[in-house]
């Protein structure tokens, strides 16, 4: 069993960055890819980024590549994503999964845990 608790959420103003931070209990965290979803409102749930149990792989949607950072910390038990050059569209609630797998340097789910999200809002 993995919990998951987000932070690092808040508001602000286009071009800008914020680091959002996702806090893991359960002594298995580290066998796990972890990574991010987010929601906008009245819209579909979109994957972000994904890293590998060992940190030594990544993969981000289209939307994020370039911008978004995406890496983890298994003797802390975190995994965080950077968000630079924010833009209106990017506002939703992000949260952290862990499960999944990688292969042929991609990432795939079914994701096992599920935070509770953290709302990033940009203002343009």
């Known amino acids: 069993q993995v919990q998951l608790v987000e932070s690092g959420g808040g508001l602000v103003q286009a071009g800008g960055s914020l680091r959002l931070s996702c806090t893991a209990s359960?002594?298995?965290?580290?066998?796990?890819?972890m990574g991010w979803f987010r929601q906008a409102p009245g819209k579909e749930r979109e994957f972000v980024a994904a890293?590998?149990?060992?940190?030594?792989?990544?993969y981000y949607a289209d939307s994020g590549k370039g911008r978004f950072t995406i890496n983890r910390d298994n003797a802390k038990n975190m995994v965080y994503l950077q968000m630079n050059s924010l833009t209106p569209e990017d506002t939703a609630v992000y949260s952290c999964?862990?499960?999944?797998?990688?292969?042929?340097?991609?990432?795939?789910?079914?994701?096992?845990?599920w935070g509770q999200g953290t709302q990033v809002t940009v203002s343009s």
């Open positions: 359960g002594r298995t965290f580290s066998s796990y890819a």
């Open positions: 999964f862990a499960g999944g797998k990688f292969s042929s340097g991609r990432y795939y789910g079914p994701c096992d845990f």
């Open positions: 890293i590998s149990w060992s940190g030594g792989m990544t």
